[in-house]
Every structure is written in structure tokens, then in C-alpha cells.
């Protein structure tokens, strides 16, 4: 199984900052990696797909980076609605594997 | 408008059974690659099952135990669940084309 590792675990943050959450694929993944964000008590909404690729209607304040094995998922002037928990996911290879998550809290 | 809706969830006994249906809108789910996520509470996401034209694909935990299908007619898929442990307590999700549903819960506890 890939295993994804994702850091931070949590992070603190002011409202305006920018953020940078990464995953690392215990194997090679292409370009088969997703993002997800959620909020409590909602369901996970996808960010972005292939790497890079930002899911109809969500903002361009977030962005996504990397090959290979290394990830970036990057979030800049941070608002409060996006003080969430954020999830890297590999579907390059079954079993699907997610990362642990990053909670991402006000400062 | 793609939309994607889960059903069937509930509280089992050890050993018993359900079925989790996902009723799809907005597309055909014979269109997609479709899944089931599951998140037990407090914790991560994990994915359960894949279904990609006639392919299925499951989590190691689940195999044998789960079976993921769909009915083009009725535009829905379905993951019948048998001999359900505690371990598979979790909010159920469907997903299909990046698209989530709000979840089905599944309670198994004796």
C-alpha cells in the first residue's frame, strides 16, 4: 500500500496569511492527487485534482503543487471560512490512501 | 446540477447486514468511476470501494464482507454490507467525479 504522509498535523494561522500543507507518497503517484477540505460535521468538498487542478467553483486562493512523491497544497490570504481540516488522497494505485489531515485553526 | 445521495444507513448488531444506497442526479453513474469513503467518528477518511466499468476494488478489511454494485436503471449504486464488525461504525460517503454526498451513518455495536 502507498502510504501518504501529510504535515503539518495542525497548524495556527491569522486571518490574510498564507499556508502551505504537504503530503509525501511513499512511492511515486504521477499526477494522482487530490485535495479535499472539511468542515465540522460536513462532508469533505474536493479542491483540487491531478495535482494541480482546481475543481469547478473553488477559489484560486488555493493551489496545488509537486510530482512524483512530494505534494503542495497552498492556501494564501487566508479568510475564516478556511479554517478547516484538509486531506491529501493518492488514486494512483488501490488501495486509495489518504493522508492523516491537517486542522488548520485561527490564531 | 451533479448531486449524489446516500441512503440506507442505521445502527446493526454485530454479524447483521445493510445495504447503503447512493441515488444519483445530474449524470448517469454508468458514466463514472464511483466510490464509497467511510470516516469513522473523531477520525480520517478512508476509502472502502471502488467500482470502474465491470472492475470492483476494496480495502483489504472489507473484502469478501462488501459488495459494491449499481443499477444503471434506477441511475444508483449500492454497497451491501455483511458480517458488519464495530471497526465499520463510520459515516458512509458516495463519491462520483469529485462529487460527495452528505453521508450515511452506520452505527454497529452490540
Known amino acids: 500500500d502507498i502510504q501518504m504522509t501529510q504535515s503539518p498535523s495542525s497548524l495556527s494561522a491569522s486571518v490574510g496569511d498564507r499556508v502551505t500543507i504537504t503530503c509525501r507518497a511513499s512511492?511515486?503517484?504521477?499526477?494522482?492527487l487530490a485535495w479535499f477540505q472539511q468542515k465540522p460535521g460536513k462532508a469533505p468538498k474536493c479542491l483540487i485534482y491531478?495535482?494541480?487542478n482546481l475543481q469547478t467553483g473553488v477559489p484560486s486562493k488555493f493551489s496545488g503543487s509537486g510530482s512524483g512523491t512530494d505534494f503542495t497544497l497552498t492556501i494564501t490570504n487566508l479568510q475564516p471560512e478556511d479554517f478547516a481540516t484538509y486531506y491529501c488522497?493518492?488514486?494512483?494505485?488501490?488501495?486509495?490512501?489518504f493522508g492523516q489531515g491537517t486542522k488548520v485553526e485561527i490564531k | 446540477e451533479v448531486q449524489v445521495l446516500e441512503s440506507g444507513g442505521g445502527f446493526v448488531q454485530p454479524g447483521g447486514s445493510l445495504r447503503l444506497s447512493c441515488a444519483a442526479s445530474?449524470?448517469?453513474?454508468?458514466?463514472?468511476?464511483m466510490s464509497w469513503l467511510r470516516q469513522a467518528p473523531g477520525k480520517g477518511l478512508e476509502w472502502v470501494s471502488d467500482?470502474?466499468?465491470?472492475?470492483?476494488f476494496y480495502r483489504d478489511s472489507v473484502r469478501g464482507r462488501f459488495t459494491i454494485s449499481r443499477d444503471n436503471s434506477k441511475n444508483t449504486l449500492y454497497l451491501q454490507m455483511n458480517s458488519l464488525r464495530t471497526e465499520d461504525t463510520a459515516l458512509y460517503f458516495c463519491v462520483a467525479n469529485w462529487i460527495w454526498g452528505q453521508g450515511t451513518l452506520v452505527t454497529v455495536s452490540s
Open positions: 467500482i470502474s466499468g465491470n472492475r470492483v
Open positions: 491531478a495535482v494541480s
Open positions: 488522497l493518492q488514486y494512483n494505485s488501490y488501495p486509495r490512501t
Open positions: 445530474g449524470f448517469s453513474v454508468s458514466t463514472y468511476d
Open positions: 512511492q511515486g503517484i504521477t499526477n494522482s
